[in-house]
């Protein structure tokens, strides 16, 4: 499996073969508008399309304690529509969100008293407040923002709540570049959270679905929370059910506050685009957004882990077995390494592990790494996921795991190895034609993660020059019993296997 934070940058790298970095960038136009907001824009007039892509830096992991879901909530929110659209009559709808809000703030007082609590009370506030929500709803206009875009030719109309960012995106045809900078500014300079509630309700249905009993989703949901003691990447994206649960539409409104600062966002535009006429509509629609002071950066700092953890999913299914092992952030000088150790292991057929404990020992029908988990920014995971074969345990495959990984701790992969794993992963990637969503995502991110849009060009440089004892030396570094944590399926009542495997003491 090619690694998800290097396929892009492959990609790009294939998609502008023979050109360097300063011939790009007689293509692209940077300004920042003077409450901080950035746009970079990318001029590619092959065909009458734009691509849109705003890259927030706020995810899951700036949750605030307790309140755990709430970035891909107010991603949710995002599609709701603004004060114009989506509403049959705002300053109606509006009163009938502050009932709501009146009415729930009543009931979660009445709640809060515990035992002293009148169950006869919660119960008629509980009518009460269905009986407020149906009202609002009386005044929405469902989907007309999603139906606007897409009667106007849009396509690709997504959104993304990663746990470091969150992204919106989607592409129009270029004559309606207008009307993106409306809707876009609109909804962020004015965000009306309504059908929050009834939002609140579809989240829990995802983590349902996310993480059904003996799921690869909730394997991974715990091996997370089990690796990490205390940076919030242990919290899921999706949020804990109790705490989404006891989501208010004001936690929203705060969370907004506080990340959707215009400093804190930037935005990409790549296709059949005028810069000139792109930024006389960023300043008309964006400027009027207010500056205000980016957001603290998180300050936890994950404890050394003092030794091997392990946990145990039952489930009657598949039999499961991931393995993460704890390393830096992106900002560490072997990133790179990283990258290209995970496709050593994990490159389709040629990838060791599927050439190891697929082909040969005939124990796993699926084996991958990823060489980040469950994002980049920060400290996370080297990750390893296997799927037994019918026939085969856990602990064989296990064992099988830290047979190859001890190898390559010791012995230096081969430069023929090495070249192909590289060529590999562009030739897969030239399949993926560049294409203007793509790249739009790829200079926002990039942007958005490291400042600057040009690290996707030193970055190919990293690349080339990871050597096999680099390879050799993080492998060492990384692949330790002490670093590790275990995650597995187990049918319910069986023996469990030993906490071995998958790393060097």
């Not at 995970?342 to 389709?348: D, E, F, Q, R, W």
């Amino acid at each position: 499996m090619i690694s998800r934070r290097l396929a892009p940058i492959l990609l790009l790298a294939v998609a502008l073969r023979g050109q360097d970095l300063k011939e790009f960038e007689k293509k692209v136009t940077e300004f920042t508008l003077a409450n901080g907001l950035h746009f970079t824009v990318v001029e590619r007039h092959e065909a009458p399309v734009l691509s849109f892509h705003t890259f927030v830096n706020a995810g899951s992991a700036d949750d605030p304690a307790g309140e755990t879901g709430l970035a891909h909530m107010f991603e949710h929110m995002a599609f709701k529509g603004t004060e114009t659209i989506g509403t049959r009559d705002w300053p109606a709808e509006k009163k009938a969100l502050e009932n709501v809000e009146a009415v729930y703030d009543r009931l979660e007082a009445e709640r809060n008293k515990g035992p002293k609590a009148d169950q006869n009370k919660i119960d008629y506030l509980g009518m009460q407040l269905k009986e407020a929500m149906n009202v609002a709803q009386s005044y929405v206009e469902s989907n007309e923002y999603t139906r606007i875009i897409e009667e106007n030719g849009g396509v690709g109309l997504n959104a993304d709540t990663s746990y470091d960012y969150t992204e919106y995106f989607y592409s129009l045809p270029s004559n309606r570049i207008e009307l993106w900078f409306l809707l876009e500014s609109q909804r962020f300079q004015h965000p009306v959270f309504r059908e929050f509630y009834q939002e609140r309700d579809v989240v829990q249905e995802e983590n349902r679905m996310r993480n059904q009993p003996g799921s690869a989703g909730l394997l991974m949901r715990d091996l997370v929370a089990t690796a990490f003691a205390a940076f919030p990447y242990r919290n899921p994206p999706g949020g804990w059910p109790s705490d989404v649960a006891n989501l208010r539409r004001g936690m929203a409104q705060a969370f907004f506050d506080k990340y959707y600062v215009p400093a804190n966002i930037n935005l990409a535009i790549v296709g059949d685009v005028d810069p000139a006429q792109a930024k006389r509509l960023a300043e008309r629609y964006f400027g009027p957004l207010a500056a205000r002071p980016l957001p603290p950066l998180l300050d936890t700092v994950e404890p050394a882990q003092d030794g091997p953890k392990t946990v145990v999913v039952e489930s009657q299914s598949q039999p499961l077995v991931a393995a993460g092992y704890k390393r830096p952030g992106q900002d560490d000088a072997d990133d790179a390494v990283y990258d290209v150790l995970a496709l050593v292991l994990s490159s389709g057929r040629t990838g060791l592990l599927y050439k190891k404990l697929v082909e040969e020992k005939r124990i796993a029908i699926e084996a991958e790494a990823a060489a980040a988990y469950p994002a980049a920014r920060h400290p996370n995971l080297f990750l390893i996921f296997i799927a037994p074969a019918v026939g085969h345990t856990v602990e064989e495959n296990r064992q099988a795991l830290d047979e190859l990984l001890a190898g390559l701790a010791a012995n230096k992969i081969d430069a023929e190895t090495l070249q192909r794993v590289k060529t590999q992963a562009r030739a897969a990637l030239i399949r993926r034609l560049d294409s203007n969503a793509g790249l739009a995502s790829l200079i926002a991110a990039n942007y958005g993660s490291y400042g600057d849009w040009r690290k996707l060009f030193t970055r190919i440089d990293e690349l080339n020059k990871v050597t096999a004892e680099d390879v050799r030396r993080v492998a060492a570094a990384c692949f330790v019993a002490r670093n590790r944590t275990v995650a597995f399926t187990a049918p319910p009542h069986a023996p469990k296997p030993a906490a071995a495997g998958g790393g060097r003491p």
